[in-house]
T-cell receptor, first 114, second 114 residues
Framework: DTGVSQNPRHKITKRGQNVTFRCDPI?????LYWYRQTLGQGPEFLTY????????KSRLLSDRFSAERPKGSFSTLEIQRTEQGDSAMYLCASSTTGSHSPLHFGNGTRLTVT | AQTVTQSQPEMSVQEAETVTLSCTYDTSESDYYLFWYKQPPSRQMILVIRQEAYKQQNATENRFSVNFQKAAKSFSLKISDSQLGDAAMYFCAYRSGGNYQLIWGAGTKLIIKP
């Protein structure tokens, strides 16, 4: 168990550019979550996958955001035409099935849009 | 809708002493789970302790214990013998049984004074 891995750790981009983040969950975890966290706040839910199916997408997620988990393993989160308000930490977490199952988080990707 | 409230934005404690972080939640459900997560500065979010609502016994993990008051909808975290490494943001989170979504509190910043 190598834990949840996220890449890159940091991303600085200019407004209007597209960015893509990757998350590799713990191998036996079938659930994968994306959260956004701004300084001093708790995580905000963005989207959730069970295996390869994206089961929910938050209303916070505009059409500029898209996430995939093509083979039920790693996931990508893409932000198109970035805006300064997209600057945040993007957290990925994974878990097994079950309400009692805790989330295991990655180190996050810090996005700065200039 | 369920909500989670952490009324203490910041707490400080002397090293080796005991501190209690507060969390209250609002729900009409009877089947749910409660979690405390720790997020050290620039490091990943990790699970500290979890409590199943159907269990009357308070959860304990080494120096960390909870005071779960179901009728009062209170879920406080007690940290005994505080250590410098305990300095972090602490988040309380709620999850309904049969659900995947976590509802997060705003967090409490814990400062340990040497």
């Amino acid at each position: 168990d190598t834990g949840v891995s996220q890449n890159p750790r940091h991303k600085i981009t200019k407004r209007g550019q597209n960015v893509t983040f990757r998350c590799d969950p713990i191998s036996e975890h079938n659930r994968l979550y994306w959260y956004r966290q701004t300084l001093g706040q708790g995580p905000e839910f963005l989207t959730y996958f069970q295996n390869e199916a994206q089961l929910e997408k938050s209303r916070l997620l505009s059409d500029r955001f898209s996430a995939e988990r093509p083979k039920g393993s790693f996931s990508t989160l893409e932000i198109q035409r970035t805006e300064q308000g997209d600057s945040a930490m993007y957290l990925c977490a994974s878990s097994t099935t079950g309400s009692h199952s805790p989330l295991h988080f990655g180190n996050g990707t810090r996005l700065t849009v200039t | 809708a369920q909500t989670v409230t952490q009324s203490q934005p910041e707490m400080s404690v002397q090293e080796a002493e005991t501190v209690t972080l507060s969390c209250t939640y609002d729900t009409s459900e009877s089947d749910y789970y409660l979690f405390w997560y720790k997020q050290p500065p620039s490091r990943q979010m990790i699970l500290v302790i979890r409590q199943e609502a159907y269990k009357q016994q308070n959860a304990t993990e080494n120096r960390f214990s909870v005071n779960f008051q179901k009728a009062a909808k209170s879920f406080s975290l007690k940290i005994s013998d505080s250590q410098l490494g305990d300095a972090a943001m602490y988040f309380c989170a709620y999850r309904s049984g049969g659900n995947y979504q976590l509802i997060w509190g705003a967090g409490t910043k814990l400062i340990i004074k040497p």
